[in-house]
């Protein structure tokens, strides 16, 4: 079994910070990838930012400058580092991951969710 356990989010105000984690466990093999996804209210889920072994960090151009993606391989742990938070931020941020299992099979995995609110 793999888990991915958010921590992080919270209330913040309009040009705030948050650090959002993300935390891989379990019978992990190797990690293909690890990246964050959020969806609003009424929204479908979306992308946010992410790695992969084969292509590195990208995000998406409505967070582009604004957040930063890390991770600690010793510790299969993915951080999203968010400043100059906007309304528009607000969402439920789901951490992903790619990976394989020590049986072999491989597959993606997402965490429960951490909600991000900003608001003045």
């Known amino acids: 079994q793999v888990q991915l356990v958010e921590s992080g989010g919270g209330l913040v105000q309009p040009g705030g910070s948050l650090r959002l984690s993300c935390a891989a466990s379990?019978?992990?093999?190797?990690?293909?990838?690890m990246g964050w996804y959020r969806q609003a209210p009424g929204n479908s889920r979306e992308w946010v930012a992410g790695?992969?072994?084969?292509?590195?960090?990208k995000y998406s151009d409505s967070v582009k400058g604004r957040f930063t993606i890390s991770r600690d391989n010793a510790k299969n742990t993915v951080y999203l580092q968010m400043n100059s938070l906007k309304s528009e931020d607000t969402a439920v941020y789901y951490c992903?991951?790619?990976?394989?299992?020590?049986?072999?099979?491989?597959?993606?995995?997402w965490g429960q969710g951490t909600q991000v609110t900003v608001s003045s």
């Open positions: 992903n991951a790619n990976l394989s299992v020590k049986s072999g099979q491989r597959g993606d995995y």
């Open positions: 379990g019978s992990i093999f190797s990690i293909f990838g």
């Open positions: 790695f992969t072994i084969d292509s590195g960090i």
